[in-house]
């Protein structure tokens, strides 16, 4: 049985899960200001955009440009999310040090954000472990997609998940994988035990939540994930987002809702709630963004106040 941690990482993915979601291009320099802003406001891990086909997702056409600016910056986890080798290949030349490879659990959410099957996107994971493996310095995370349910095929079986970590443990026993639910439609309970049965079977792995709040669970999914001993949750600032392959899914839960939920229990993450909420507000105001978040809501007195004793 796995303790729940005192604590936890908090990966920022507004600026790949989040930015995705914008139609219109958002200046590049914007792109790094604010990922530079989630710095200052305490982010240590941030995924800072997809090297993607950029006709499948026009806002990420920059990514070179942003990685060049961030690569090489000391004592952050900064990552990319890559769809294929040729993504891979894009990444590490650009100076990235951080991998997300992603593919569904769910073979129709697969071929419709891959194009590929999942045996051919498992094969893929595998050529991106061989080119990699040389390089000690490369990590790389999994994000298994549709590990709860599927825009399009319905709620996704665990064995459908534990059939794709059982091939992903066959390749790469010791990589840091994330259940995602993209769709937003997990409850609390099925994700602590989703991730009990998954614990208990594979114990090389490190674990992470990565979720979305279409259904208001948001919050309470990730708590129930931290009860059963996850260490690590993705979050979009100001509850950026809505993924272009998961048509009605709005977007991750929100990073200030995390952190609060979070730091009132005690459990830390390293960030300075006010000047989070400063950067909510500006992603907020982006051209065409679509926001979720409770926190940057209630009075700013209120949202940056001590928590409330336990
Ligand atoms: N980065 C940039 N360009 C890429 C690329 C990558 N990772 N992978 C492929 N391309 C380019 C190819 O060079 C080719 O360009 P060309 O037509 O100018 O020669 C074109 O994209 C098509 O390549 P192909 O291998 O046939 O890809 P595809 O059309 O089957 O698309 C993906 C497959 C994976 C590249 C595409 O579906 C994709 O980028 N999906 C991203 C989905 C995503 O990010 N979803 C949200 C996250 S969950
Ligand atoms: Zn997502």
């Not at 530079?36 to 891990?45: H, N, T, V």
């Not at 298994?144 to 599927?150: E, G, M, S």
């Not at 998940?161 to 769709?183: F, G, K, M, N």
């Amino acid at each position: 049985m796995h303790r729940p941690l005192s604590s936890v990482d908090i990966v920022e993915v507004a600026p790949r899960d989040g930015f995705q979601s914008i139609a219109a291009p958002i200046p590049t320099r914007t792109k790094i200001e604010l990922i530079e802003s989630l710095i200052e406001a305490g982010s240590r891990r941030i995924e800072i955009g997809s090297f993607v086909s950029p006709r499948a997702i026009p806002q990420m056409a920059d990514m070179g440009e942003i990685a060049a600016h961030f690569a090489g910056r000391a004592g952050l986890g900064l990552s990319v999310l890559v769809p294929n080798p040729k993504g891979a290949e894009l990444a590490l030349t650009a100076g990235m040090k951080e991998l997300v490879y992603v593919f569904s659990a769910s073979e129709q959410h697969n071929q419709k954000n891959v194009r590929r099957s999942i045996a051919q996107s498992i094969q893929e994971l595998s050529d991106i472990h061989s080119l990699i493996a040389p390089n000690r310095d490369i990590r790389v995370r999994v994000d298994l997609a549709t590990a709860f349910d599927c825009p399009f095929a319905g709620e996704v079986p665990i064995e459908a998940v534990l059939s794709a970590l059982d091939r992903i443990a066959a390749i790469c026993p010791t990589y840091e994988i994330a259940l995602c639910d993209t769709t937003g439609r997990a409850n609390p309970f099925q994700v602590r035990q989703r991730f009990e049965v998954a614990m208990s079977r594979f114990d090389g792995f490190r674990w992470a939540f990565h979720g979305h709040d279409t259904f208001g669970v948001g919050v309470a999914n990730a708590l129930f994930a931290h009860q059963a001993g996850v260490g690590v949750f993705d979050a979009s600032v100001a509850g950026l987002g809505g993924c272009p392959f998961a048509p009605g899914a709005t977007g991750n839960t929100a990073t200030e809702d995390l952190v609060f939920a979070f730091e009132g229990g005690g459990v830390g993450t390293g960030y300075d709630m006010a000047r989070l909420l400063a950067v909510a507000d500006r992603i907020a105001d982006l051209p065409g963004a679509s926001v979720g978040s409770h926190l940057r809501l209630v009075p700013r007195m209120r949202a940056t106040a001590a928590p409330i004793a336990a």
